[in-house]
T-cell receptor
Framework: SQTIHQWPATLVQPVGSPLSLECTVE??????LYWYRQAAGRGLQLLFY??????ISSEVPQNLSASRPQDRQFILSSKKLLLSDSGFYLC????????????FGQGTRLTVV | KQEVTQIPAALSVPEGENLVLNCSFT??????LQWFRQDPGKGLTSLLL?????REQTSGRLNASLDKSSGRSTLYIAASQPGDSATYLC?????????????FGTGTQLKVEL
């Protein structure tokens, strides 16, 4: 089965500082990869998805960017954090085919102060 | 644009009660629907996946049904336990749109009391 590693688990960063969140996947190859943000009391917002190395699609305009340097590595970045970037960030895989499940990592709680 | 709604937003029940969580979606053109559980401060754990051609799926005390034509799914939890306390989310995968993306509901926060 798939395992998704996210780190760090929690992060407190000052406004204007850079950000790098990393996600790595085990147990599958050539996965579709996703970054979601979950704000307090709100649903999951899809930020980026990737269907292959170097292929990134952005769902919403924002202060963040994503990269996929390796097949099973997905990175979420920012050059300068805003207060509004605070939230719970989740990395996910799948579904690759139309009939497969999505799997999630344990998330990173980001607080921008 | 697909919209997914979950009612109620929060639910509190005594231990042992059978309960039903609801999920509705506006566009019936879906490949599948997935139910997740999220514990506070944690990621999502997949519970059940129902394909569009299926009517229901069962796993232990959980049973999920799907009525695609009416845009509804229910998650039935039998003999609820305090350990079932969590937020339950449903998500649908539509037939259109690239990237195999899911559309999530906002969840039902369940509390099972002793």
């Amino acid at each position: 089965s798939q395992t998704i590693h996210q780190w760090p688990a929690t992060l407190v960063q000052p406004v204007g500082s850079p950000l790098s969140l990393e996600c790595t996947v085990e147990g599958t190859s050539n996965p579709n990869l996703y970054w979601y943000r979950q704000a307090a009391g709100r649903g999951l917002q899809l930020l980026f998805y990737s269907v292959g190395i170097g292929q990134i699609s952005s769902e919403v305009p924002q202060n963040l960017s994503a990269s996929r340097p390796q097949d099973r590595q997905f990175i979420l970045s920012s050059k300068k954090l805003l207060l509004s970037d605070s939230g719970f960030y989740l990395c996910a895989t799948g579904p690759v085919g139309f009939y497969t499940e999505a799997f999630f990592g344990q998330g990173t709680r980001l607080t921008v102060v | 644009k697909q919209e997914v709604t979950q009612i109620p937003a929060a639910l509190s029940v005594p231990e042992g009660e059978n309960l039903v969580l609801n999920c509705s979606f506006t566009d019936s053109a879906i490949y599948n629907l997935q139910w997740f559980r999220q514990d506070p401060g944690k990621g999502l754990t997949s519970l059940l996946l129902i394909q569009s051609s299926q009517r229901e799926q069962t796993s232990g005390r959980l049973n999920a049904s799907l009525d695609k034509s009416s845009g509804r799914s229910t998650l039935y939890i039998a003999a609820s336990q305090p350990g079932d306390s969590a937020t339950y989310l449903c998500a649908v995968k539509g037939l259109t749109g690239g990237g195999n993306k899911l559309t999530f509901g906002t969840g039902t926060q369940l509390k099972v009391e002793l």
